[in-house]
């Protein structure tokens, strides 16, 4: 049991600064300033995201096309401009949202 203790420790030490990492960007490309994990400012919360998308086998594609072409209408009438996001770091921030911005 305290082998496994120490493998969960060390694990959380090693995606901690992924998790800080995947937040970094999104403060990088702006994207807190409309979205946070938990609650719904102009857009929905990273949490619902990832609610509205469990199960859905192409939702990284559709996010990161909604992320860089924009969207409008799914969560309502404000719409999502287009982001000028390099596409790995969309791709990292689309895994980081589908896991609720954790």
Avoid: R
């Amino acid at each position: 049991m305290k082998g496994f203790s120490v493998l969960l420790i060390a694990a959380a030490a090693l995606l901690a600064p992924q998790v800080q990492a995947n937040a970094d960007l999104a403060k990088k490309y702006n994207c807190l300033a409309c979205h946070a994990t938990d609650k719904k400012l102009v857009g929905p919360a990273y949490q619902d995201v990832a609610s509205k998308y469990k199960g859905q086998a192409d939702a990284a594609q559709v996010l990161a096309a909604k992320v860089k072409a924009g969207g409008k209408g799914v969560w309502g009438p404000v719409p999502m401009p287009p982001n000028n996001v390099p596409d790995e770091d969309i791709k990292t921030l689309v895994a980081w949202v589908l896991a609720g911005g954790k």
